[in-house]
């Protein structure tokens, strides 16, 4: 199932681990970030609105 990789399979399979490992520190990032934007324009919309 699992290709050839011959004398370089450990630096190959290292690479894939910290590009996957990678990719999900930036999604996880992202998803938390766009939570805390939410949470302060929901904020800013709520004191918006006292206000107008």
Aim: hydrophobic share 55%.
């Amino acid at each position: 199932m699992m290709p050839e990789l011959g004398k370089y399979a450990v630096e190959v399979l290292s690479a894939y681990a910290v590009s996957l490992l990678l990719l999900a520190v930036l999604v996880l990032w992202t998803l938390r970030r766009g939570r805390a934007a939410r949470a302060t324009l929901d904020a800013a919309e709520k004191e918006a609105g006292r206000h107008g």
